[in-house]
């Protein structure tokens, strides 16, 4: 069974920084794209970051670039988010998220509110406050 569970959310004052983490299970990491994605009160769920192992590369949503880094390490079979630079604007619900379809190539057009549907498998999420 696919599982991911997500930690290290928490309060940050603005300009501050996190660090999420994903750690998956019933899977290796690298078998399926993995995202994050967060969701704040009253709005859609929205892509933050993807990544593709097979060429390695890594997309990010235009509101955190610059700031956010998405990385893996396949040793721990965990993903991490490192957020810096943090603004009140990034509080919300952190998720991670799989797409087990692997006919389906990672790219930044999965970060894309209408291409939620793809990703199949979802964290619990965790909490992210970013105070002014």
């Known amino acids: 069974e696919v599982q991911l569970a997500e930690s290290g959310g928490g309060l940050v004052q603005a300009g501050g920084s996190l660090r999420l983490s994903c750690a998956a299970s019933?899977?290796?990491?690298?078998?399926?794209?993995i995202g994050w994605f967060r969701q704040a009160p009253g709005k859609e769920r929205e892509g933050v970051s993807c990544?593709?192992?097979?060429?390695?590369?890594?997309y990010y949503a235009d509101s955190v670039k610059g700031r956010f880094t998405m990385s893996g390490d396949n040793a721990k079979n965990t993903v991490y988010l490192q957020m810096n630079s943090l603004e009140p604007e990034d509080t919300a619900v952190y998720y991670c998220?799989?797409?087990?379809?692997?006919?389906?190539?990672?790219?930044?057009?999965?970060?894309?509110?209408?291409?939620?549907?793809?990703?199949?498998?979802w964290g619990q999420g965790a909490q992210v406050t970013v105070s002014s």
């Open positions: 998220a799989a797409m087990t379809n692997t006919e389906l190539a990672v790219t930044a057009k999965l970060l894309d509110r209408r291409a939620v549907v793809f990703w199949d498998a």
């Open positions: 990544i593709s192992w097979g060429d390695g590369r890594t």
């Open positions: 019933g899977f290796i990491l690298d078998d399926y794209g």
